[in-house]
């Protein structure tokens, strides 16, 4: 009897702890669906506040399609904030939060986003065309297919960003960082890079040509088929490159450190490498005719079936 009385007894604690564990789940789910829908109000009264220009502060907010035309938003914080089809015409952006904003296709030609946080935005198919973009933060900032024709990037942070097939004609970038970004297929006719840093950048079939790097930095980027044709490359840092094929005629390389660079089957017809530094660098099959190589380091170089610049080929 005593056996099947601590059988009932046992039965109806789980039952019991069933039905707790099913209330609390309630409870945790009734309270999350109220958080939500609280945090949604939020929003929503933020937004109504921006729209009515009573805040500047609208992080997180939906604001697709919205007219922000003649505003000050100097400093202003849109974080994270939908910003898909909204018109900016004479809008003050100076030193505003825009990290993790979706400006997909943003038309942004002309204005000043000096100190702008950028990083992470979603800036595909942007217009930048002649904005000012001095000192702004675009770490990781999806800029595909973006127009930056003559925009100021000087002192600009776009670490890891993506530019695949964007313009850059004549774009002021002196003393950006573009470390480990992707540039591949970018349009940089003419681009200034004066003292830039693009270590680790990808550069694949970019067209650099008569763009500006004077004591840039590119240690370990790819350029493949690049074209710098023209280029000025005085004192740059261009040690482990990897340019087969890059068309690098006309190109001023003085002074410039081209250790470890690959640049196999690379065009360098007439370019000046006069007191480069040529030392483990690999140039098999590529083109030296009437190239300039006074005074250069040739420690373990390789040219292996390349046209030296009497028109020999190197055995």
Known sequence: MRSIGNKFLHRLMRASAGASACVLALAAALAYGGATVAAA??????????????TNDCAGCDLQGASLDRRDLTGANLAGANLKGASFSRTMLRNVNLAGADLAGARLKRRDLTGANLSGANLAGATFHRAILRGADLTAANLDGANLNLAILTAAKLVGATLVQALLFQTEASGADFSGAN???ALMGSVRLLVAKLDGADLRFADL?????????LRNAM??????SGATLLRADLRG??????LLAHASLRNANLAGAVLRGADLFQADLA???LSGADFASSRLLAAKLFNVNETDTKFNG??????????
């Open 41 to 54: 109000q939020d929003r929503n009264a933020s937004r109504d506040a921006f729209l009515a220009r009573q």
């Open 275 to 277: 007191e480069a530094d």
């Open 306 to 315: 390349a046209i030296m610049p009497d028109n020999s080929v190197h055995p």
């Open 209 to 217: 040509f008569e763009a500006r790097l004077t004591n840039a930095s």
């Open 223 to 228: 350029l493949t088929e690049a074209n710098l």
């Open 241 to 246: 490159i990897a340019a087969e094929r890059a």
């Open 183 to 185: 540039l591949s297929a």
